[in-house]
């Protein structure tokens, strides 16, 4: 069946550090790649998202990268601070079906 | 705006016993998804319901599982005969259902399900 795999599992960062989070899926139909954030004790929130016709995008401090081609997404995450403390996941779904597959998610921790 | 509710926010059952899990959506928006939460498995989609309808159950367990949503204001997700398997946070999301699943979903707080 179709998977989304994420890298790493978890990270620990200096406040300020800059980080990576790859993903990549197996479904060449997907075709839209929502990310949600969940911090400890609260609900997973929605942060970023692209779709397969683009290459980029950026939301302040977010910026996501997509490769149709490798079917590989990264997710960049600038001068953290400790409340980007959260696991982050990375997730896709195909064109006109409503089935989103996840990663497993990446545990970012922030040092102050 | 209390966004997506849930509940219980916990339950206990006996293994065997029946469980019912309850989610209200978002007010105005016609897509609801249950997901189940566990360490091992991660996020795994469970069904998925459009203006009331079902229409993708592909991650249903079929013997135990089932869903519904009698209106628009509510969803219930009913385990039977739970298993300790079963234990898991039961995640309700919410979304405009616009353009399929490129609609933001909003996540309720979940329901963790513990069988003994």
Same mark, same amino acid.
Not at chain 1, 81 to 89: E, K, N, R, V
Not at chain 2, 4 to 31: D, F
Not at chain 2, 90 to 102: I, N, P, Q
């Given at each position: 069946?179709?998977?989304?795999?994420?890298?790493? /599992? /978890?990270?620990i960062?200096?406040? *300020?550090?800059?980080?990576?989070?790859?993903?990549?899926?197996?479904d060449?139909?997907?075709?839209?790649?929502?990310?949600?954030?969940?911090?400890?004790? &609260?609900?997973?929130?929605f942060?970023i998202?692209?779709? /397969?016709?683009?290459?980029?995008?950026?939301?302040?401090?977010?910026?996501?990268?997509?490769?149709?081609?490798? &079917?590989?997404?990264?997710?960049?995450?600038?001068?953290?601070?400790? *409340?980007?403390?959260?696991?982050?996941?990375? /997730?896709?779904?195909r064109?006109?079906?409503? &089935?989103?597959?996840?990663? &497993? *998610?990446?545990?970012?921790?922030?040092?102050? | 705006? $209390?966004?997506? !509710?849930?509940?219980?926010?916990?339950k206990?059952?006996?293994?065997?016993?029946? $469980?019912?899990?309850?989610?209200?959506?978002?007010?105005?928006?016609? $897509?609801v998804?249950?997901?189940?939460?566990? !360490?091992v498995?991660g996020?795994?989609?469970?069904?998925?319901?459009? +203006?009331? %309808?079902?229409?993708?159950?592909s991650g249903?367990?079929?013997?135990?599982?089932? %869903?519904?949503?009698? +209106?628009?204001?509510h969803?219930?997700l009913? !385990?039977?005969?739970?298993?300790?398997q079963?234990? %898991?946070?039961?995640l309700c999301?919410?979304s405009?259902?616009?353009?399929?699943?490129? $609609?933001?979903q909003?996540?309720?707080?979940?329901?963790?399900l513990?069988?003994?």
């Amino acid at each position: 069946g179709e998977q989304v795999e994420q890298l790493p /599992s /978890s990270l620990i960062v200096q406040e *300020g550090a800059s980080v990576l989070i790859n993903c990549s899926y197996t479904d060449s139909a997907s075709v839209y790649f929502p990310w949600y954030k969940q911090e400890p004790g &609260k609900r997973l929130q929605f942060i970023i998202d692209i779709r /397969s016709n683009m290459e980029r995008k950026q939301n302040q401090r977010l910026t996501l990268l997509f490769d149709k081609k490798t &079917k590989h997404l990264s997710l960049h995450i600038t001068a953290t601070q400790p *409340g980007d403390s959260a696991i982050y996941f990375c /997730s896709a779904s195909r064109t006109n079906a409503y &089935k989103v597959i996840f990663g &497993k *998610g990446t545990h970012l921790h922030v040092l102050p | 705006n $209390a966004g997506v !509710i849930q509940t219980p926010r916990h339950k206990v059952t006996g293994k065997g016993q029946e $469980a019912t899990l309850w989610c209200e959506p978002i007010s105005g928006h016609s $897509a609801v998804f249950w997901y189940r939460q566990t !360490i091992v498995q991660g996020l795994e989609f469970l069904t998925y319901f459009r +203006n009331q %309808a079902p229409i993708d159950d592909s991650g249903m367990p079929k013997e135990r599982f089932s %869903a519904q949503m009698p +209106n628009q204001s509510h969803s219930t997700l009913k !385990i039977q005969s739970t298993q300790p398997q079963d234990s %898991a946070v039961y995640l309700c999301a919410s979304s405009l259902g616009t353009g399929g699943a490129r $609609a933001e979903q909003f996540f309720g707080p979940g329901t963790r399900l513990t069988v003994l």
